[in-house]
């Protein structure tokens, strides 16, 4: 019973996600779902910030649900909540039996426009809705689907894990401005089969339509003549047949063969093998009786009597014939009944490099002091190679199996040369950028991004044993323009960056930080060896909201050891770039309201990479303060003065250019 529901709960879900994804009814959907018996409640926010227009696809949204589901009593049992600062029941689980006055009653929701308490919704749904009064039966699965398009005003975690623990399964649906980390507090896990998020209500088709025949398909192996001699397994929209233990699938797919482990040599019997389907049991010839291990066969015989010399081992040849051995790692001596141990370091019969400790019949390799046994187990390495070696360390020499390393004080950065050491002005770093090539930034902007990536690259000394550029540009997807070994030159980086074009689309930076990490601090891309201690720099671009995870990937770049640098621009998301950021975040985090204020950060930013030139630190300002309003007003109507001088001019210098052209008339 718990298996079909699991099933009906599967197909449901999947079916949630193909309604959702195409908001709009399709021709010939005569055949329904077979989802039930299921108990159903759509929660859906109808806050404020839902606009009429959208409201009425979320109308189209359940009633599309519903055209695909098996609705009734004994099946499909559908229950609608609306929410906002308040929480109304439209409809219980047992007030429509059939699908025409389900619809009537969507169609007559009046949105109630109000806040956003989702928290409160939970727990109205989990003690309410879901409830023998309203029409909820035992044992049968309940199944919540939350549609909302902002962030809850109340909590959500606590009141959704207590609704999952009452086995409440819930899947999470948010639409343009809904808050990815509020729907992963309600959604039941794996997350990837709960929560769904899209810009907006308008895109919502685009989930699903590549999922629809997979999860409400048809059992072919309870519907369809499947010819399987043993066992049927259905997989979604397909079969496969297995067969019994013991025996294997032919080649035609269907039918089964006894594995007949005796003719295959897959035994271990000393004279006869006693085959059944995938098993054997071993026997003896007339005259020999089986063992206790079930495998040999012996014989009464002389050894067993105790009739016999042997130091060690007594070798029934046959009735009243036998013959001495030895344990493993001894030798019969010439008297054939005592036994020598076998000394292979005496007999030089190893492969040691520096010491070799004998046991009978084996031995193991050491190493002398200094010296450190290696994996082959055989071979040493010198453990001690700073005090064995010139190392020519101009700080500090750092031993390692084999080899050894330099290293400098704090302040100080290896140079080139790998035993040097130099101060911050002279550095050598690698340094990828990432910048936003979103639609939203714009093109007239995009350039301007371009001018501020050049402004970085003069502040460094680049040079192929200096410091090394890279930059990726991202939107809905990640490209590459150059890696960090493709040019060696300011010159050469700044012409390149010139030439990028701009991609436009959406802004997935957890995408773009993932292939930082996984690509562009490479050494195929020219990313210099972590032993060599160059710092490894990453500088992220944005001016918007992230529309994928950035977490688990500005995490894992700075435990990778990366220093992580955000600089934002206008609807810049605070949280993200501080989650960006290296610590301590102040040093690491930039901000402006506008794009023409970004060359400011740009002549800035070397001040935290060299602490110690620095003059002082860039302040992280609030774009909302009062105070840096006034001064953003302020340094705007600077700028448009000097524009309106400069078009007065402008203005002066076509009027004496027209002047001396009607006097040549």
Excluded: W
């Excluded at 292939?515 to 972590?530: D, I, Q, T, V, Y």
């Excluded at 524009?643 to 203005?651: D, I, R, V």
């Amino acid at each position: 019973m718990k298996m079909r529901q699991l099933r009906a709960l599967s197909c449901f879900i999947l079916l949630t996600v193909v309604v959702l994804a195409t908001a709009r009814p399709k021709a010939g959907l005569d055949q329904k779902c077979k989802s039930g018996p299921l108990d159903l409640v759509f929660l859906i926010d109808s806050s404020r910030s839902v606009r009429p227009h959208e409201f009425e696809t979320m109308r189209k949204f359940m009633i599309d649900i519903l055209n695909t589901l098996d609705i009734g009593l004994d099946t499909t049992r559908v229950g609608v909540v609306q929410y906002s600062s308040q929480v109304r029941s439209e409809f219980s689980l047992k007030t429509h039996s059939k699908v025409e006055s389900m619809m009537k009653g969507i169609n007559e929701i009046i949105p109630l426009a109000q806040g956003t308490m989702t928290g409160l919704a939970i727990r109205y749904m989990m003690n309410e809705a879901f409830t023998v009064e309203q029409g909820d039966r035992p044992r049968v699965p309940n199944v919540a689907v939350i549609v909302t398009d902002g962030r809850p005003q109340d909590r959500v975690a606590e009141v959704a894990a207590e609704a999952r623990d009452k086995g409440i399964e819930i899947f999470a649906v948010g639409v343009a401005r809904a808050d990815m980390t509020s729907l992963r507090a309600m959604a039941s896990p794996p997350f990837e089969d709960h929560v769904f998020l899209v810009e907006s209500f308008d895109l919502i088709h685009q989930f699903g339509l590549q999922f629809q025949d997979k999860f409400c398909g048809v059992d072919l192996c309870l519907e369809s003549d499947h010819g399987c001699e043993h066992i049927c397994e259905s997989s979604p929209g397909s079969y496969h047949c297995l067969c019994l233990p013991g025996y294997t699938l032919n080649d035609d797919g269907k039918t089964c063969a006894a594995i007949d482990l005796c003719a295959q040599g897959k035994h271990d019997c000393e004279q006869v093998c006693v085959s059944s389907p995938g098993s054997f049991t071993c026997d003896c010839k007339k005259g020999y009786q089986l063992n206790d291990d079930k495998k040999t066969c012996s014989t009464i015989d002389l050894c067993a009597e105790g009739k016999h010399g042997c130091e060690q081992i007594c070798v029934n040849m046959a009735p009243g014939v036998f013959t001495c051995d030895c344990d493993e790692g001894y030798r019969l001596n010439e008297d054939e009944e005592s036994c020598a141990p076998i000394d292979l370091c005496a007999e030089g019969k190893h492969d040691c490099e520096q010491i070799c400790i004998s046991a009978p019949g084996v031995f193991t390799c050491d190493c002398n002091k200094g010296f450190k046994l290696n994996k082959d187990k055989k071979t040493c390495t010198n453990m001690e190679m700073c005090n064995s070696v010139e190392h020519g360390c101009e700080y500090q020499c750092v031993n390692t199996p084999g080899s050894y390393y330099c290293i400098c004080p704090e302040g100080q950065l290896l140079q080139e040369d790998g035993k040097t050491c130099g101060t911050c002005k002279s550095a050598n770093i690698d340094l990828v950028l990432l910048i936003d090539g979103s639609k939203s930034v714009r093109p007239q902007n995009f350039e301007l991004v371009k001018k501020f990536v050049n402004q970085v690259v003069d502040s460094l000394d680049v040079s192929a044993h200096g410091t090394r550029v890279g930059l990726v540009q991202y939107s809905s997807r990640v490209r590459t323009e150059f890696p960090l070994n493709m040019y060696h030159t300011a010159e050469e980086i700044k012409a390149a960056v010139m030439k990028v074009e701009y991609m436009e689309k959406g802004t997935m930076t957890g995408l773009a930080l993932k292939h930082m990490l996984e690509n562009s601090f490479s050494e195929a891309e020219g990313s210099r060896p972590a032993s060599r201690n160059i710092p490894r720099v990453g500088l992220v671009f944005t001016d918007g909201r992230s529309q994928d995870d950035i977490s688990e990937y500005a995490k894992k770049a700075k435990e990778a050891g990366i220093t992580m640098y955000a600089v934002g621009v206008g609807k810049a998301v605070e949280d993200e770039l501080r989650e960006i950021a290296s610590e301590p975040v102040e040093k690491h985090f930039y901000y402006t309201t506008d794009f023409s204020a970004i060359s400011t950060i740009a002549e800035n930013l070397k001040l935290n990479v060299c602490p110690e030139e620095s003059q002082g630190e860039i302040e992280v300002k609030d774009p909302c303060a009062c105070e840096n309003l006034v001064e953003f007003q302020q340094a705007t109507t600077n700028s448009l003065e000097q524009l309106t001088q400069k078009l007065a001019a402008m203005t002066t210098r076509l009027e004496q250019l027209e002047n001396q052209l009607l006097s040549r008339k």
